[in-house]
């Protein structure tokens, strides 16, 4: 059948779009939905929304007006995650329209069978998280390969580690290799080399990340730990030495909020050391760990199967003995007691937690968690390791609540970080990643949203520029590649440019961009441990330090790149088109703001696109309003931030010529 | 050039009279001495225009194909006599002849074959493509009868056929030895050959188009470009079986149903009736001219694949698209070409001028009807389509918003323009802030899509028909300041500005207006018995009626005047003649009611002893090409008062600015962009802009009764509709006055008169104020005429040819 001859059978439901939903996005527990679903189809007798969620289903006749049918589903008691689909009947005939079985689109297909659904998020009704948050800059440290010293300090916490007996292995020279095989006559890799970067020395560096355009410092572990990436807590009331004291940490954070930045730490709760003052499986530490038996005050936290041997622990690690969340002892000693860990760091100057392996966390203890944060700090940050999609995640079997605004108030966005390599490499294209996008504005809670922690690299993937540069990721290469891997400069050139477009994009959307120490400067590195090495200014021709400090200070001058409206547009297979404002008087959080309006353009070919912007197009996200009011502000000025030239802004748009594999930021006046 | 002089010229003339019309001087009529002229002039073009296009094939030059359904191309003699630089030879022959030259001017037939500004730009091109020396042919339809006669009757207008062929006309060579089988109705078979699938149409019906082609002779040029007329005929033009039976009207049936084709031209605005037949004109006019080309180009260049180097065509807005599947069904069904390789042809041989924004004029077919008369085409634009949306559906996947909203066949409609936008090359709009409009408004989705197409022309006027033969004064007196190289150089006009401040040039400037006056003051009392005084100011708008270019506004102030008047109010100003000429689509009963108004108006101010020697309101009769010619430069002030938005570009507002008169016009159009060029002091500009409407239209804030409620000077004048003051029958004008304040079947004035009448009224009495001051008016009109060069369709033939034909000029390598 010509595709002319169809349209009269269409049906046409866009969640993305005011208008076939409203509102658009997550919405608070109270709130209801309007549903429409458009079709000329006169045929279509009778439609129904079949809405349904781990809390059961339900049916809701649709009404019929005109070239629509209308339901409202709602107001829901319930926070949760909730889907729908339609269900149409035409004459004898019974068929359904639902979200593609890919969700490839904000818009649906029709289908013979039950479809894929749409999603309705709805979370707490007072639901919050920290404004700062939304507007800030984040940097990512790797503590012991920042800034590594060879001074008496560190030497002396090396000392104190090698005198309780843990074997450490202390690079000199900073520019020496990272270790990755076994050391001779040892049967694994074990991560214990070290560097000597301290607290003092981040300390140090605080103007140069101030000028960066840093907000906040997120810090890998810092407690003491007999291995560099200290994941292996030993003792959570300790700044390990290597690194300095816990006066350190009082100066660094003292210095930080003199500069306006504030101090994110790991919180590392799952699981502790197993050469810990809690495990103490070692015995180097005085007091009786829960190796030692029943007696041992932290004996409870642990699940031994058949004691000492065999415990709950890690992905297997025995050296990661798993701690039993649920246990009131250590939900005291960790979280809710008057001078719980938790209390006790933010006293001493942190902001906040990145909590490690969020999911391996009940609920109900991250919710506790959030308790104690906020009532030591209202501003304080919960923000969790999540993988994937936190508002479906399923973990240990049970739908996580952990998104909707009881526990966490920002997650890891490695989704974002997945779409934004496939979209630069050319696994994907420009539509793919819009949607990808533009499902996380409309199912993500929008408090979510907006602190979301937007990284390209962090301690656990390759760095960024590796894979643009080589178009490959680390587990394509052994470890034995990926230590000798060199980028060649042609590689490393095509590798910036992508990162300088992937950093613009990052910068342009909403949630918290991240810098993982050292992706200024370019470096390389597949997988741990090659994506830890020392900070290297030096490390490629291509450093975009310059280019993150002038996205910094962007920014900063136009909040409404933080904390603006946002609509997210394909204009191409390799175009995107982010579109930020702020209209009456709000921002995209409902906040006071001033009107602004602000779109940023990345195009990944290898060629020139030349092509027409269209701001008031509706459907990329914007809630109903937006639009009309853009149109009525009257623009007519498009202002470069970046590259490019000023042009005309007519009735909502302007044509751009992008050159190849780059961005564009233009003010709208 | 061999010039001819005056003895050569009566010689000449004497002798055509002779062999073409057995007769002498003394016993000629004016309509034999009129052809003799013509067929002497036509001597001297054909011999240029022979040469002409032996060189165009020579040099394998890349040729224009202009594809109009309108050509409103006026009288030709003076100004081929003008062309060929021969204005005084002839006219001083002819007055040794003893024959005044407007009189025999007046001989020959206004070709009017167009409704309005389409029609006149086509024209306006052709003489500038001449002029430029670019090869062009401008390919229409020889209708039988032009647009009608407009006579005025009990104040109604009445429409009286135009038979401009039936004298003969000299200047067209038909050439009937060329036609070409244009074939409607029937089905299509396809079958499967060793050679692959053949198309094959059965059961259709032929018929035959017979081109006449026409010289038009460009300013100076040794390249005349070619008008080509298509005429129907029918296969059989007399069946003989039933005329020997004597059954004569069967005998004829064929050839009237056939040769209707080209029988009349349809008026705008007139969409219901006929409109298959103006389906079937528009299928003829584009199948025979494609028909031509290939025929043409093969037989030069033997290869198809090179057409899109050796031509290009513009279709002038959407009448010839057909022209598109019909080169790519004979591509594919009669070259052997394969869709892929027909297609990208198509798209770079074509192009399309848009006109017009106005949802009701973007052409659409039903389907059905289509179908049925033209299957073949259909297919071919069914394909287009489904190849068009799969595209579509691959940058907006899902998004049947904007597929149904491009699609070129939907809802049981084929949209033309969509398949332009498909299909061309380039799409361009006729001005500035049309061609923003297109991009911003009316294409959006497409532009948004396709950027690189969309670009904005601004129309232009051709100074030797609006100037020199319209203005002959004028034109001799610019010729002495600046010498004659305006004529064929848009740039020269520049030169005339520093006159401006030259107060004895500006006083020739204003006793030339004078003449002007005086000359329309007794063409007027001729051609309608009317009196009037050349002392007066005269105030114009003339242009076809239609609602958005607010003739209306321009009655209710007259009203208003009329009301402040009889109030004993004084009127300061000197006495001011309000000049109205428009023609009415037939079938727009609106817009005849307001001629009908217009004409009431004039009985009661023409009449009231209080207001007859302040005000007066004519209303020229049967608006053509060469009552415009005297018209225009008449003119003090010109109106181009259209609601902001609406009017594409205008080429009335050019040929006022031309002869010297001042603008009140609104933001719309070409009007932008002679403000541009004046600055405000020489334009005056009063209204509400396009950003105004904009807003007022998306937000819905306009309710025409607040501003009749507060308004006591509109109400007064509006209520002047209904209250029996006019001079005509009861209930008359209610339609009007209830489409104002009620609206029709939609909103309440939906031209927002109403929102510009007071900026109207004041904007105007600053006019008149300025009036007074004659000599700061003879220069603002002096400065009018110098900053119209840019509007000379000379400079926009230049754009168009720079930007998407690329025509080589043979003037760039000197004449031969």
Redesign the interface.
């Known amino acids: 059948m010509a595709i002319h001859d169809t349209l009269n059978q269409v049906l046409i439901h866009d969640c993305a779009l005011p208008g076939d939903r409203d509102p658009i996005g997550a919405i608070r527990e109270g709130e209801a939905v309007t549903l429409r679903l458009r079709t000329r189809d006169e045929g279509i007798v009778a439609a129904e929304v079949v809405l349904f969620s781990d809390y059961g289903s339900d049916t809701v006749k649709m009404r019929r007006d005109n070239d629509a049918f209308f339901a409202q589903v709602g107001p829901f008691s319930r926070t949760g995650v909730y889907f729908y689909y339609f269900v149409l009947h035409h004459y004898g005939d019974t068929f359904y329209y639902g979200a593609t079985a890919d969700h490839s689109r904000s818009s649906g297909e029709r289908s013979s069978t039950v479809p894929a659904a749409f999603q309705i998020t709805v979370y707490c009704r007072d639901f919050q998280t920290p404004a700062w948050l939304h507007k800030s800059v984040m940097y990512q440290i790797f503590p012991d390969r920042y800034a590594p010293e060879n001074s008496e300090a560190v030497k002396e916490g090396v000392a104190y580690h090698r005198a309780l007996g843990r074997k450490i292995y202390f690079h000199t020279d900073p520019k020496e290799p990272v270790e990755y095989l076994p050391r001779a006559g040892e049967p694994y890799y074990t991560p214990n080399d070290f560097y000597g970067g301290t607290l003092d020395a981040i300390r140090r560096s605080l103007p140069r990340l101030k000028a960066l355009g840093v907000d906040v410092l997120y810090l890998n572990p810092i407690f003491e730990s007999d291995s560099n990436h200290r994941y292996n807590t030993s003792d959570y009331h300790r700044v390990d030495p290597i690194l300095g004291s816990n006066d350190d940490f009082h100066a660094l954070c003292a210095d930080a909020s003199a500069l306006g930045i504030r101090i994110l730490l790991d919180g590392v709760f799952s699981h502790t050391g197993s050469d810990s003052v809690y495990f103490n499986r070692d015995g180097r530490y005085p007091g009786p760990g829960a190796w030692q038996g029943e007696h041992s005050p932290y004996y409870a936290w642990y699940d031994f199967k058949k004691f000492p041997e065999e415990y709950r622990c890690w992905w297997g690690f025995k050296s990661l003995p798993e701690v039993n969340e649920l246990n009131p002892s250590w939900q005291d000693f960790v979280i809710t007691g008057h001078d719980s860990v938790v209390r006790t760091w933010l006293r001493a100057g942190a902001s906040g937690y990145r909590l490690d392996v969020a999911d391996e966390l009940p609920d109900a203890v991250l919710e506790k968690i959030r308790t104690a944060v906020k009532e030591e700090n209202p501003d304080g940050v919960v923000l969790g390791e999540i993988w994937e999609d936190p508002t479906t995640k399923f973990s240990y079997g049970a739908r996580r609540s952990y998104a909707l605004g009881k526990s966490l108030d920002s997650v890891m966005n490695y989704p974002l970080r997945k779409v934004m390599l496939e979209f630069a490499l050319g696994s994907s294209n420009a539509y793919v990643l819009c949607t990808a996008l533009r499902a996380q504005r409309l199912n993500y809670p929008l408090p979510l949203y907006y602190s979301l922690m937007n990284l390209l690299s962090s301690h656990d993937v390759e760095r960024v520029r590796s894979v643009l540069a080589c178009e490959i990721y680390g587990n394509a290469l052994t470890r034995q590649q990926q230590a000798s891997f060199r980028i060649r400069p042609q590689q490393d050139r095509k590798g910036a440019q992508r990162q300088a477009m992937l950093a613009a994009l990052q910068f342009s959307l909403p949630g918290v961009p991240c810098i993982y120490y050292g992706d200024e400067y370019g470096m390389p590195g597949f997988l741990d441990p090659f994506n830890r090495t020392v900070l290297d200014e030096t490390a490629s021709r291509y450093p975009l330090d310059a280019l993150y400090a002038r996205l910094g200070a962007l920014r900063h001058a136009h909040p409404v790149l933080a904390t603006g409206a946002v609509s997210i547009v394909a204009l191409s297979a390799d175009v995107l088109c982010v579109v930020r404002a702020n209209t009456h008087s709000q921002d995209g959080l409902g906040d006071a703001a001033e009107d602004a309006c602000v779109v940023t353009l990345i195009n990944r070919a290898d060629t020139y696109k030349y092509l027409v912007v269209d701001i008031l197009r509706e459907g990329g996200g914007f809630d109903a309003g937006v639009v009309g009011a853009l149109r009525a502000a009257g623009y007519s000025r498009a202002k470069p931030l970046l590259e490019g030239t000023e042009t005309r802004v007519l009735d909502g748009l302007f044509t751009v010529n992008l050159p190849p594999c780059s961005a564009q930021i233009y003010q709208i006046q | 050039m061999a010039k001819s002089n005056v003895t050569t010229v009566k010689n000449n003339i004497l002798a055509a009279l002779k062999h073409d019309f057995g007769s002498t001087i003394e016993n000629a009529t004016p309509d034999q001495v009129y052809k003799a002229v013509g067929l002497c002039i036509r001597d001297e073009i054909m011999e240029k225009w022979t040469e002409g296009n032996a060189r165009i094939e020579r040099e394998q030059k890349k040729k224009l194909y202009y594809l109009s359904a309108e050509f409103l191309m006026g009288r030709a003699l003076v100004n081929n006599m003008i062309s060929l630089g021969e204005f005084d030879i002839y006219q001083q022959a002819l007055r040794e002849l003893g024959y005044d030259l407007n009189e025999i001017e007046e001989q020959e037939s206004d070709a009017g074959l167009g409704n309005g500004g389409l029609g006149r730009l086509a024209a306006c091109f052709l003489d500038s493509l001449a002029t430029l020396e670019l090869p062009a042919i401008g390919c229409g339809i020889r209708y039988e009868y032009g647009l009608f006669r407009q006579r005025i009757l009990d104040g109604e207008q009445v429409e009286v056929p135009d038979n401009w062929t039936e004298k003969g006309y000299v200047w067209e060579v038909p050439r009937t030895d060329e036609r070409y089988e244009v074939r409607f109705d029937g089905e299509i078979e396809e079958i499967w050959t060793n050679e692959g699938l053949k198309i094959v149409h059965k059961n259709y019906h032929t018929v035959y188009a017979v081109p006449y082609d026409m010289p038009i002779i460009g300013y100076q040029s040794s390249l005349p470009s070619t008008l080509r007329l298509w005429s129907a005929r029918a296969a059989n033009r007399l069946d003989l079986k039933y005329f020997n039976r004597g059954d004569y009207i069967h005998a004829m049936a064929e050839r009237e149903l056939a040769e209707v084709i080209s029988k009349v031209l349809y008026p705008e605005n007139n969409h219901e009736q006929g409109k298959q037949l103006r389906l079937k004109q528009f299928y003829f006019l584009a199948s025979a001219t494609i028909q031509s080309i290939v025929r043409q180009h093969k037989a030069q260049y033997g290869d198809l694949r090179t057409l899109p180097d050796k031509i290009t065509i513009q279709l002038n807005d959407t009448h010839p698209t057909m022209a598109i599947p019909e080169l790519i069904r004979i591509l594919l069904d009669e070259e052997g070409f394969g869709w892929d390789e027909a297609y990208d042809i198509a798209t770079r041989v074509f192009n399309y001028t848009n006109h017009t924004i106005m949802v009701e004029a973007l052409e659409c077919w039903s389907e059905p009807m289509f179908k049925q008369l033209l299957p073949r085409i259909y297919k071919i634009i069914?394909t287009i389509?489904?190849r068009f949306?799969?595209k579509l559906w691959e940058?907006y996947?899902?998004?049947?918003?904007k597929?149904?909203q491009m699609?070129?066949?939907?809802?049981g409609e084929i949209r033309m323009t969509n398949l332009l936008i498909c299909v061309c090359g380039k799409v361009n709009g006729v001005s500035q802030l049309h061609g923003?409009i297109l991009?911003?408004?009316a294409f959006?989705d497409f532009?948004?899509a396709m950027?690189?197409k969309f670009l904005g022309i601004t129309n232009g006027v051709t100074q030797r028909r609006w100037l020199a033969a319209a203005n002959p004064g004028l034109t001799k007196l610019i010729t002495q300041a600046i010498g004659p190289d305006f004529l064929a150089d848009w740039r020269e006009f520049d030169k005339l500005l520093p006159f401006a401040d030259d107060a004895a040039f500006c006083e020739e400037f204003d006793a030339v207006k004078r003449e002007n006056k005086e000359r329309f003051c007794s063409f007027i009392k001729r051609s309608q018995n009317v009196e009037l005084d050349p002392d007066w100011i005269f105030d114009v708008q003339a242009k076809r009626l239609h609602e958005y270019k607010r003739q209306l506004l321009k009655v209710l102030h007259i009203l208003h005047l009329y009301n402040r008047i009889i109030a004993g109010e004084p009127f300061t100003t000197r006495p001011c003649a309000f000049l109205f000429a428009a023609k009415a689509a037939p079938g727009y009963a609106k817009a005849k009611n307001i001629i009908r108004l217009i004409n009431a108006v004039a009985d009661l101010v023409n009449n009231d002893p209080r207001t007859k020697d302040k005000i007066r309101v004519v209303f020229l009769e049967n608006y053509s090409v060469s009552s415009a010619e005297l018209l225009i430069p008449a003119a003090n002030i010109s109106e181009q008062i259209s609601t902001a938005g609406r009017e594409a570009s205008g080429t009335g507002n050019m040929k006022f600015m031309l002869n010297g008169a001042v603008t009140i016009g609104t933001m719309d159009g070409a009007n932008v962009e002679m403000f541009e060029r004046l600055g405000p002091e020489n334009i005056f500009i009063f209204g509400a802009r396009v950003?105004d409407i904009?807003?007022m239209e998306?937000?819905n804030t306009y309710h025409a009764g607040e501003y009749f409620e507060k308004n006591p000077a509109l109400r007064d004048a509006v209520t002047r509709l209904i209250d029996g003051t006019l001079p005509a029958p009861a209930g008359q004008f209610s339609d009007i006055y209830q489409s104002l304040l009620f609206g029709d079947f939609d909103r309440a004035d939906k031209y927002y008169l109403f929102y510009d009448f007071p900026s109207y009224g004041e904007t105007l009495s600053q006019v008149f104020q300025a009036y007074e001051d004659r000599a700061a008016w003879n220069r603002m009109a002096v400065i009018n005429t110098a900053r119209a060069g840019y509007f000379s369709s000379d400079r926009t033939i230049e754009e168009y040819n720079s930007q998407i034909w690329h025509l080589d000029s043979l003037k760039k390598h000197g004449n031969s």
């Open positions: 069914e389509n489904e949306c799969n940058v996947p899902g998004d049947w918003d597929i149904s699609s070129i066949i939907a809802y923003e991009k911003t408004k959006r532009y948004v950027p690189d950003e904009n807003y998306t937000y």
